[in-house]
């Protein structure tokens, strides 16, 4: 509803912070003149250029611009701080490694000090300016919802939650109708609204009573524009859905979503490709053409039997698929089925090794490579297990939306391992499912990085 305002207010504050860093920066250099002590301009352009980008990369990882930061004070004050100390901390990293700017410490003393109360002037003006409009009547927009039932005291509550500039008069209902107080007043039976709403100058009404189920709502409608009045309705899906639904359109056909999926996108399917075929190469070019030998030998040397573990793995769409690994066990004739566990005797001294650091999924880049997985995405479960998992968890089989992956939202979170409980499932797929709705390239990102750190801190759940 709010949507394209809200993206221009982001984009506006985020635009006035770019230019105050810039503006900043270079007329704290232009005061100084020459005893800023640097090498040469190109040198600060680079310096700028790096505060630039970080201070965008930033913001967006700790969502400094988001609506939900935007609209609360002291929220937004501090989500400013954050970005601002990590922000600092990378700007001095790059002066100490790249050793290109010999900078005075006063320069960036007061340069760095410079942009935090121009900050904190941007944040003040901003909410000042925005408590003037929400205050001055003849901005603020006044609306009338249309019956009185669980979506009508549903939207009341988000109108009093997000929409602050929106100011509620109250509700219209039939007497007969009404079983319960309501905490806005009751203005007037369906057939006045138009009146009422004219008296009250309202600029907007929102109907949850279905036009199908009473048909003079389209008279209603008829008289409300003709009035200039916008006549909007509220369709009660909750008879049919227990969750927010994703609208679309097939020309003039809505067509109703269960969930959002950024992947279903083929832009989105092109940039989380190319992503993975950038890394699976690096990786495969560096890494695995000198591991596979080494670690070969050593696990020949250890226990008879092949180097890769070949094992057939639910992949996308719930295609089976033949998923690589160093070998870390001895061969059992349940080895096909049965999950690795603490301790468990199956696995040889090397093994535990390559399991405990994970090294052991590396051959998986040649799975992303060939495109039957992805760098981040769910685990591929066993076929076995995808049979039994989907018998007992809601959903479970939405996850196979995807391609499985490396590693994923799931194992960064702790979920991962041997499956004891039912609840350790549950928690498994609802990560999974919620990286299948939030994805961004950004996540990828994240997560990745966050992999490699697990990696080096060590994973109780990794045996």
């Known amino acids: 509803m709010y949507k394209q305002k809200k993206i221009y207010i982001q984009l506006l504050i985020f635009i006035l912070d770019i230019l105050l860093l810039n503006f900043i920066f270079s007329i704290t250099l232009y005061s100084f003149n020459h005893s800023a002590n640097f090498s040469s301009f190109n040198s600060f352009l680079n310096y700028l250029f790096f505060l630039n980008i970080s201070w965008v990369v930033l913001s967006n ?225 560096l890494v695995l053409s000198w591991l596979i030998p080494l670690l070969g030998i050593i696990i020949l040397f250890e226990s008879r039997g092949p180097v890769f573990f070949a094992q057939l793995r639910t992949g996308k769409n719930d295609k ?11 061969y059992f004739k349940d080895s096909e089925s049965k999950q690795a566990t603490k301790n468990d005797f199956r696995v040889t001294k090397i093994g535990k090794f390559i399991r405990k650091t994970s090294l052991d999924e590396f051959p998986q880049f040649i799975n992303v490579f060939t495109g039957k997985m992805s760098i981040v995405g769910p685990r591929p479960h066993m076929i076995q297990h995808t049979t039994d998992f989907s018998k007992v968890v809601d959903h479970y089989m939405v996850r196979q939306f995807l391609k499985p992956g490396i590693t994923g939202w799931a194992q960064i979170n702790s979920f991962r391992g041997e499956i004891t409980h039912h609840s350790q499932l549950e928690m498994r797929i609802a990560s999974d499912l919620w990286y299948l709705e939030h994805w961004t390239i950004w996540l990828d990102v994240r997560i990745l990085f966050l992999t490699v750190y697990q990696v080096f801190k060590g994973d109780k759940n990794a045996y």
Request: hydrophobic share 45%.
């Open 61 to 285: 990882a700790l969502r400094l611009y988001a609506d939900s930061v935007l609209i609360r004070f002291e929220l937004f004050i501090k989500r400013t701080a954050q970005v601002y100390i990590v922000w600092i901390i990378a700007g001095l990293c790059f002066l100490v490694f790249t050793r290109e700017i010999q900078f005075s410490r006063l320069f960036i003393i007061l340069s760095l000090s410079n942009f935090l109360i121009g900050l904190c002037i941007n944040r003040f003006f901003y909410f000042g300016l925005r408590s003037y409009f929400l205050m001055q009547s003849n901005l603020s927009n006044k609306v009338i919802i249309l019956g009185y039932n669980e979506t009508a005291k549903k939207l009341a509550s988000y109108f009093e939650e997000e929409e602050e500039n929106t100011k509620l008069i109250g509700f219209v209902e039939d007497e007969e109708n009404m079983k319960e107080l309501s905490n806005y007043p009751i203005l007037s039976n369906v057939q006045n609204i138009i009146n009422v709403a004219t008296e009250f100058n309202v600029s907007e009404i929102y109907s949850t009573l279905s036009p199908e189920l009473n048909t003079s709502i389209y008279d209603l409608i008829t008289q409300a524009e003709n009035k200039c009045m916008r006549f909007k309705i509220v369709p009660n899906l909750s008879y049919f859905l227990r969750k927010p639904v994703i609208i679309d359109y097939i020309r003039d056909l809505p067509v109703l979503s269960l969930r959002n999926e950024p992947l279903e996108d083929i832009g989105n399917r092109l940039k989380k490709r190319v992503f993975d075929i950038i890394i699976s190469t690096t990786a495969i070019v």
């Open 320 to 330: 089976p698929f033949k998923c690589f690994k160093f070998r870390s066990m001895r």
